[in-house]
């Protein structure tokens, strides 16, 4: 039975990208080069992925359209939805994607790039998405004590974040995240 991987911002052929550091001073990806970067990703979605899988890539697939070739690598058929690091034309993807898309709807889920803004999310009860890499939306939280009002952010629960960074590296199923096992 075929299954169903979101992924996102795998940056193939972006050197920069293994130099990027989290908040907290550490590398964001453990790779030093570009290429031994695409190599690992590859072989992490081959190790999930099969033939008959779909896999919904929500965004920056490739730093330009120079890696697009990457794609035949991949197991699974490849559904597109741009980030802002997939600026080729349509038809530079059509080769290697089943389709392209801004952004795509399964059931009361809306998958994007970047995030949609919170004023929307009366549309849809989650937004899986890219583009933050290890970050999240946040949610600031109001409370009144007998001092003022106090706030506070703490991780939005409706948007979920499927950036390579924080999903191991590879594609995870649609139905985990959706069910929230992720």
């Known amino acids: 039975m075929a299954k169903t991987f979101v992924t996102a911002d795998l940056h193939f052929g972006h050197q920069g990208v293994c130099e990027f550091l989290k908040a907290d001073g550490t590398k964001l990806r453990p790779w030093d080069n570009a290429d031994d970067m695409n190599k690992a990703l590859i072989e992490n979605w081959n190790a999930v992925v099969h033939d008959h899988d779909m896999v919904y890539v929500l965004g920056d697939f490739a730093v330009n359209k120079k890696y697009i070739w990457l794609a035949r690598e991949l197991n699974g058929r490849k559904i597109l939805v741009k980030g802002n690091h997939d600026t080729g034309a349509l038809g530079e993807y059509a080769e290697y994607f089943d389709d392209v898309r801004g952004c795509s709807q399964h059931g009361k889920a809306i998958l994007t790039h970047i995030p949609v803004h919170p004023s929307q999310l009366n549309r849809w009860a989650v937004?899986?998405?890219?583009?933050?890499?290890?970050?999240?939306?946040?949610?600031?939280?109001?409370?009144?004590?007998?001092?003022?009002?106090?706030?506070?952010?703490?991780?939005?629960?409706?948007y979920v974040c499927v950036s390579v960074e924080q999903t191991n590296f590879r594609p995870i199923l649609l139905d985990e995240v959706l069910n929230g096992k992720r």
């Open 127 to 158: 937004n899986v998405h890219g583009h933050l890499h290890a970050t999240s939306v946040l949610e600031e939280i109001e409370t009144m004590t007998g001092i003022g009002v106090i706030s506070e952010f703490v991780r939005d629960e409706r």
